[in-house]
């Protein structure tokens, strides 16, 4: 079945630094890929997402790029902030013709000290 | 403005005891969704309808009962028959079920076993 599998967290970085998130997927066809992000005590809002290969999503200095050979959707930030601090999930919607579900990975806890 | 809105916000359950937890959504969605999130896991698929009058079990649907009798609303009741019931309840709608539709996920509710 679809799976996806994220960096194992917690994340712990000083601000400015550079943020790398790694996602992989597993997925029959061509799954359309998901960046969301969970502050705390909320619901999940989306970060940014790609619906085809090569198609890089992009969204508050966050991107995303997908890449079918490397079945990867890897999230980058040249410089985080305090503000940032959150739990980021990788997900995925295969093309089931009708079973639109969203697979999510665990979640990578991100901090950032100032 | 448009959203999601779920109630209450924390949510306490007796032994025995059925509980109810609300969702509903100004967005003029068709699809909702009931999702499940415990500690260090991703977010697992409880129910879904498409449309109104008609739902699909997810993943776990076993001690959980829902009901899409307007557009706007998805109530999800946990009934005593969920032996662990303790977790964080996110809600989530989309505008249809095409491929690649974006999930919009309401503020949760935590439910707690006394």
């Known amino acids: 079945g679809d799976s996806v599998t994220q960096m194992e967290g917690p994340v712990t970085l000083s601000e400015e630094a550079f943020l790398t998130i790694n996602c992989t997927y597993t997925a029959t066809g061509y799954p359309s890929l998901f960046w969301y992000v969970q502050y705390p005590g909320e619901g999940l809002q989306l970060l940014l997402k790609a619906t085809k290969a090569d198609d890089k999503g992009s969204n508050k200095g966050f991107e995303a790029t997908y890449r079918k050979e490397t079945t990867s959707f890897h999230l980058e930030k040249g410089s985080v902030q305090v503000s940032d601090s959150a739990v980021y999930f990788c997900a995925l919607t295969a093309n089931n013709f009708g079973n639109e579900k969203l697979t999510f990975g665990t979640g990578t806890r991100l901090t950032i000290i100032p | ?114």
């Not at chain 2, 779920?6 to 007796?14: A, D, E």
């Not at chain 2, 896991?41 to 449309?51: A, E, K, N, P, V």
């Not at chain 2, 609303?73 to 989309?94: G, I, M, R």
Request: proline content about 4%; aromatic content about 14%.
């Open chain 2, 1 to 114: 403005d448009g959203g999601i809105t779920q109630s209450p916000k924390y949510l306490f359950r007796k032994e025995g005891q059925n509980v109810t937890l609300s969702c509903e959504q100004n967005l003029n969605h068709d699809a909702m969704y009931w999702y499940r999130q415990d500690p260090g896991q991703g977010l697992r698929l409880i129910y879904y309808s498409q449309i109104v009058n008609d739902f699909q079990k997810g993943d776990i649907a076993e001690g959980y009962s829902v009901s899409r009798e307007k557009k706007e609303s998805f109530p999800l009741t946990v009934t005593s028959a969920q032996k662990n019931p303790t977790a964080f309840y996110l809600c989530a709608s989309s505008m249809g079920r095409r491929f690649g539709e974006t999930q919009y996920f309401g503020p949760g509710t935590r439910l707690l076993v006394l």
